[in-house]
């Protein structure tokens, strides 16, 4: 099974999701940039609110694959206790030191997307994070741990297509953990994709005009 580009992985994605359409609860927040076109169509379908969720890792000095953890949209941060006891004393001040970094461009990415638009309040809501699949999960685990410090009433992980042992491990994380499908050979989440080219920052910023337009048409008549 293959997907013809990321609007077709995310009407796909949309009809395991049905029930969550038109609830005034439901907040599709989609991970940049190539989510951002899964969850749009996510979103449409649900006629719910899309926003962005950016993560920005914290990698460790010299090993930058290694995560000590993340900051994410709406000014949370998760560490990785396993992987910050390595750094001993100097803890605190590398944590620090990498956190103001990835803040910077965190910003950088708010400021382009969100068009000076506030992050919503998720307190009490059904929070669906969206992304084009996950390999690692190591992304849509950090941003399950951001959303949760935000007090939603309920957060769902939904991808098209994902390695099993991923969605496996993130139903630790999420209250609900729904993967398209999960394919035995699973070598990278382009492998699904017949047009795997990367999303650029003026298509997220283009979908999120167009959902919020979206959003305002509907209102009127809810």
């Known amino acids: 099974m293959t997907f013809l580009d990321r609007a077709d992985a995310g009407r796909f994605l949309a009809e395991q999701l049905g029930r969550f359409a038109n609830q005034r609860t439901v907040i599709v927040l989609a991970l940049p940039r190539g989510g951002v076109p899964v969850g749009y169509e996510v979103a449409r379908a649900l006629h719910a609110p899309l926003e962005v969720f950016v993560v920005r890792k914290l990698g460790l000095p010299g090993q930058k694959e290694l995560a000590m953890g993340a900051i994410a949209s709406g000014g949370t941060r998760v560490l990785n206790p396993e992987v910050v006891a390595m750094l001993g004393a100097d803890a605190s001040e590398t944590i620090e030191c990498a956190t103001a970094k990835e803040m910077e461009q965190l910003q950088l990415a708010e400021r382009q997307?969100?068009?000076?638009?506030?992050?919503?309040?998720?307190?009490?809501?059904?929070?669906?994070?969206v992304d084009d699949g996950l390999a690692t999960g190591a992304t849509m685990r950090a941003a399950t741990r951001a959303v949760r410090q935000l007090q939603p009433e309920k957060v769902i992980v939904a991808v098209p297509v994902a390695a099993e042992s991923s969605c496996r491990e993130l139903r630790s994380e999420a209250?609900?953990?729904?993967?398209?499908f999960t394919p035995p050979a699973f070598f990278g989440v382009g492998q699904?994709?017949?047009?795997f080219r990367q999303t650029t920052d003026e298509e997220v910023r283009e979908l999120l005009v167009r959902a919020a337009e979206n959003t305002r048409e509907r209102s009127p008549n809810e």
């Open 175 to 180: 209250d609900e953990v729904i993967c398209g």
């Open 113 to 129: 997307y969100r068009a000076g638009r506030d992050f919503p309040d998720l307190r009490d809501k059904t929070i669906i994070l």
């Open 192 to 195: 699904f994709y017949d047009n």
